[in-house]
C-alpha cells in the first residue's frame, strides 16, 4: 500500500512539492538564517516574522535508524527501515525518513546521505515524500 | 519549603481494577471498578469527592454520572499531544494536588483507563500535526521513535540488548509474585533474545503488553490524613517540565527526552537526593524509556544505565533501587504509568505483601518517553 500523504496547507506546500524540482525546501528566518522544521509561522529563535521558503544541499547524515519487523499498515513490505537525518546546514536540523539505495544492513550510524524523491498521494497531485540514499 | 503546593495534598486511597488481555469489560465498567475501590480504600463514599481528574478516554462525565459525584471541578488533560508540560501521563495528579492546594476541592477522584484497542493504527491520507512527520515515512508506532533512541544509546554508550533485556527479565520476576499481573511464569535471557524483533533493535519484549484495566487514586487535602484509615502517601515534589522542543525528533539534545526536564524539575523542589530513594516505578512502555528515566533521575550518570540494569542485581528485590516491583508495563501490563504510581503507594504503605522492600519510606513514580514526562517523589 502506498504512503500515507499530508494535508498540505499554505504552510508545509513548499516542503512536499519541493521534490518535483528535486530540491528540499524549508522555511528559514531571513533574519537570523535559522531553519524552521517543522514550518513555522515565525522564528522561534529570534521571534522574527519574517521567514522565506529555501531550498538546501539535501545531503546530510543518519543520527539513527531502526529496521521495523511488524506489519502496521497492511500492503507495507516489511521489514523496512526508517532513519533520522540530520541536515549539513544546521545542527538538529533533522528529518524522520527512509534509507534507500542499500540494504538496512548497510545502514549505519553517521553514514552521508543524499536526498531523492518519491511521489504518493493523488497522482493528479502529488506530494513528494524526502527519502536518503548513500552519498 | 513547607508551603510548596505539594505538602497541602496526600493520596489518601487507591484502587485498581482486574487486568487481562480483552476482558470484554467496557471502560466506564473497568473505571467504576477501580473507583470504587479508591474512595472506599481512601475511607470516603461517592459523596464526599468534589473533584474529578484524568488523561482522557473513558470520560469524566460518564464516570461523574455513573458514581453520582457532585463536583466543585474537574479537568480533563490530554497525554495523546506529542507534548506537554504538565507531567505527561501523571498529569492528572498534579492537575489535582494543585486544586487541593488551591482550596477548591478537598478530595478529587484521579483515574486512567486503559483498553486494547484494534483495526488499522496507521490513519488515512492528509495527515497533519507531529504524524505529518512520521506516517508518510512508515513511522506508525511509538516503538519506531523508541527503537531509534535505543540504536543511538547503543552506539554511543555501547549499551547491549542483555542490559535492556535485564529489565524485562527483572520485571518478569517481580511480576511471579504479583497476582493481578498479566504475565507471570518465568522468562529467561534466553527467550528475551530468541523472541521476534517488532522494531530493532527492539524485540517483543522490550515491549508493554496491552491490557484492559484502570486505576484509580484519590488525592486529599493534607489534614485529611489524619483521618485516612491507610497511610496517606505525602507528594514530596512534582516533575512537569519541558523545557526542550516538544517532539521525539528535533530535541537539541536528541536522545534524551522530556524526562531528563521533568527529573531536575523534580529534584530543584525537594532536598531529598537520588539516594534516598528505597525503590522506582519508572516507564516500561519500552525498556530503553526505563534505561532513559534511570539516567535522568540521577540513579545513575548518562550512559550508564545499561551497567547499572546489568544481571538485574541493583534492580531486583535487595538490589540498591528495586525496579517496578509489581512487574511493570512489561509483564504485569500496559496501564500508561497509573499501576506504577498505585504500586509506589503500596510500597510506602508496607502492603506489597511478598515484594514489599524493606524500610520503603521514599519511592519514584514516573511516565513518559521521548517527549513526553512526568514524576513524582512520594514519601511514608
Known amino acids: 500500500m502506498s504512503r500515507v500523504a499530508p494535508l498540505i496547507t499554505e504552510l508545509n506546500r513548499h516542503f512536499w512539492t519541493g521534490g518535483a524540482a528535486g530540491e528540499l525546501k524549508f522555511l528559514r528566518c531571513v533574519d537570523c538564517g535559522y531553519y524552521l522544521h517543522p514550518p513555522a509561522p515565525l522564528c522561534r529563535k529570534c521571534f522574527s516574522d519574517n521567514i522565506e521558503v529555501a531550498a538546501v544541499s539535501g545531503r546530510g547524515h543518519v543520527v539513527t535508524f531502526t529496521v521495523n519487523h511488524q506489519q502496521w499498515r497492511p500492503g507495507v513490505e516489511v521489514p523496512y527501515n526508517v532513519a533520522l537525518v540530520e541536515l549539513i546546514e544546521q545542527p538538529g536540523l533533522r528529518l524522520t525518513t527512509n534509507i534507500v539505495g542499500c540494504s538496512n544492513e548497510q545502514i549505519a550510524i553517521g553514514m552521508p546521505v543524499t536526498v531523492q524523491f518519491e511521489s504518493a498521494g493523488d497522482a493528479s497531485d502529488p506530494v513528494f515524500v524526502p527519502l536518503f540514499r548513500p552519498l | 519549603m513547607s508551603d510548596q503546593l505539594e505538602h497541602r495534598s496526600v493520596i489518601s486511597g487507591i484502587g485498581i481494577s482486574k487486568v487481562g488481555r480483552k476482558t470484554g469489560l467496557s471502560g466506564i465498567e473497568l473505571t467504576v471498578s477501580a473507583a470504587r475501590a479508591a474512595i472506599a480504600d481512601a475511607g470516603l463514599v461517592p459523596g464526599d469527592v468534589d473533584g474529578l481528574t484524568t488523561i482522557g478516554d473513558t470520560s ?99 549499551t547491549t540488548r542483555e542490559q535492556l533485556g535485564a529489565i524485562a527479565v527483572t520485571a518478569r520476576r517481580h511480576a ?80 534524551r527526552g522530556a524526562a531528563w526536564d521533568a527529573a531536575a524539575h523534580m529534584w530543584s523542589r525537594t532536598d531529598l537526593k537520588p539516594h534516598d530513594v528505597d525503590v522506582a516505578q519508572l516507564y516500561d512502555g519500552f525498556t530503553i524509556l526505563t534505561l532513559d528515566w534511570l539516567e535522568a533521575l540521577g540513579f545513575c550518570a548518562m ?78
Not at chain 2, 506537554?84 to 483515574?111: E, I, T
Not at chain 2, 495527515?127 to 554511543?156: C, I, K
Not at chain 2, 504475565?183 to 527492539?202: C, F, K, Q, V
Not at chain 2, 518517553?369 to 517523589?377: H, K
Open chain 2, 60 to 158: 469524566r462525565a460518564a464516570v461523574q454520572d455513573a458514581l453520582g459525584l457532585q463536583l466543585a471541578w474537574g479537568v480533563t488533560g490530554n497525554s495523546a499531544e506529542d507534548g506537554n508540560a504538565a507531567g505527561a501521563q501523571l498529569g492528572a495528579v498534579v492537575n489535582a494536588a494543585m486544586a487541593v492546594a488551591s482550596g477548591l476541592v478537598r478530595h478529587v477522584l484521579v483515574y486512567r483507563t486503559v483498553q486494547m484497542k484494534g483495526g488499522d493504527v496507521t490513519g488515512t491520507n492528509a495527515v497533519t500535526g507531529s504524524r505529518e512527520w512520521m506516517l508518510p515515512f512508515h513511522e506508525y508506532s511509538a516503538v519506531n521513535m523508541a527503537a531509534m533512541v535505543a540504536q543511538r544509546h547503543m552506539h554511543d554508550f555501547g
Open chain 2, 303 to 380: 550512559g550508564e544505565g545499561g551497567t547499572f540494569v546489568e544481571g538485574g542485581i541493583n534492580i531486583g528485590l535487595g538490589g540498591s533501587l528495586p525496579l517496578n516491583t509489581y512487574g511493570g508495563q512489561l509483564s504485569a501490563g500496559r496501564l500508561h504509568g497509573y499501576w506504577l504510581l498505585h504500586e509506589a503507594c503500596l510500597q510506602l504503605r508496607g502492603q506489597a505483601g511478598a515484594r514489599q522492600v524493606h524500610g520503603a519510606d521514599v519511592a519514584v513514580a514516573a511516565a513518559g518517553g521521548g517527549p513526553l514526562g512526568g514524576c513524582l517523589l512520594l514519601t511514608r
Open chain 2, 176 to 255: 511471579a509474585l504479583n497476582e493481578l499481573a498479566v504475565y507471570r511464569s518465568p522468562m529467561t535471557m534466553a527467550d528475551y533474545l530468541g523472541a521476534r524483533w517488532i522494531s530493532e533493535p527492539l524485540g517483543l519484549y522490550d515491549c508493554d503488553v496491552p491490557v484492559d484495566g484502570s486505576v484509580a487514586v484519590i488525592v486529599s487535602a493534607a489534614d485529611y490524613a489524619a483521618d485516612c484509615p491507610n497511610l496517606a502517601v505525602r507528594i514530596a515534589a512534582v516533575g512537569t517540565a519541558l523545557r526542550g522542543r516538544p517532539s521525539w525528533d528535533q530535541g537539541e539534545d536528541y536522545p
